[in-house]
């Protein structure tokens, strides 16, 4: 089995930051990446970042500049660091792994969620 546990939401005012962790242990042959989504009340998940085993990054356009993704591969550790928050980046915040437990078993995993509230 593998396990996807976050850490570090909160409540934050306005431009404040946050850094969010989610370690991934458990039977784990290879992640091909990692990446933070959201879900905001009513809304559809979105991807928020992305990185891959290459160190590729990717970012949805309303968090370029702000937010920066960055891991540890020894600890199968991936960061989400948020600066200059805004009410709108209010969401639950979702660890996803895309990993193979196996060479021919390749899924994707999610985190339990944590909530990051952006408000005065």
């Known amino acids: 089995q593998v396990h996807l546990v976050e850490s570090g939401g909160g409540l934050v005012q306005p431009g404040g930051s946050l850094q969010l962790s989610c370690a991934a242990s458990g039977r784990i042959l290879s992640i091909l990446a990692m990446g933070w989504y959201r879900q905001a009340p009513g809304k559809q998940r979105e991807l928020v970042a992305v990185?891959?085993?290459?160190?590729?990054?990717n970012y949805q356009d309303s968090v370029k500049g702000r937010f920066t993704i960055s891991r540890d591969t020894a600890k199968n550790t991936v960061y989400l660091q948020m600066n200059s928050l805004k009410p709108e980046d209010t969401a639950v915040y979702y660890c996803?792994?895309?990993?193979?437990?196996?060479?021919?078993?390749?899924?994707?995993?999610w985190g339990q969620g944590t909530q990051v509230t952006v408000s005065s």
């Open positions: 996803n792994a895309d990993l193979r437990t196996t060479i021919i078993d390749r899924r994707d995993y």
């Open positions: 990185i891959t085993s290459g160190g590729t990054t």
